[in-house]
């Protein structure tokens, strides 16, 4: 399994960056994915996920900023951020999130991550 993020960098606030992922070694269009991102000081946060079906779920804080999808053509899946903040200045990983919905927040269970990607939100 391969995980690879990009598409992070610095960006003014109120900017936008879309970051990708691409996948490899296990088969993408059926495996639920996940966005979580680890701010400095702060724990890993569980931000979004799409499932095969093409459901999508967000975290409250990022609901109408954030949008998820995914290309199982290309075997990626992407995270669209608008209106970015200071705040949302992290290292951010996507992951094979869980087949039960139920646990999509469970992060210590994720066992596939990506290597992350750093995005600054300053001016």
């Known amino acids: 399994v391969q995980l690879v993020e990009s598409g992070g960098g610095l960006v003014q606030p109120g900017g936008s960056l879309r970051l990708s992922c691409s996948a490899s070694g296990f088969i993408f269009s059926s495996s639920p994915m996940t966005w979580a991102r680890k701010a400095p000081g702060k724990g890993l946060e569980w931000l979004s996920a799409i499932y095969s079906d093409g459901s999508t779920y967000y975290a409250d804080s990022m609901k109408g900023r954030f949008t998820i999808s995914r290309d199982n053509a290309k075997n990626t899946v992407y995270l669209q951020m608008n209106s970015l903040k200071p705040e949302d200045t992290a290292v951010y990983y996507c992951?094979?999130?869980?087949?039960?919905?139920?646990?999509?927040?469970?992060?210590?269970?994720?066992?596939?991550w990506g290597q992350g990607t750093q995005v600054t939100v300053s001016s």
């Open positions: 992951a094979i999130a869980p087949r039960n919905r139920l646990r999509v927040k469970r992060l210590d269970e994720y066992d596939y």
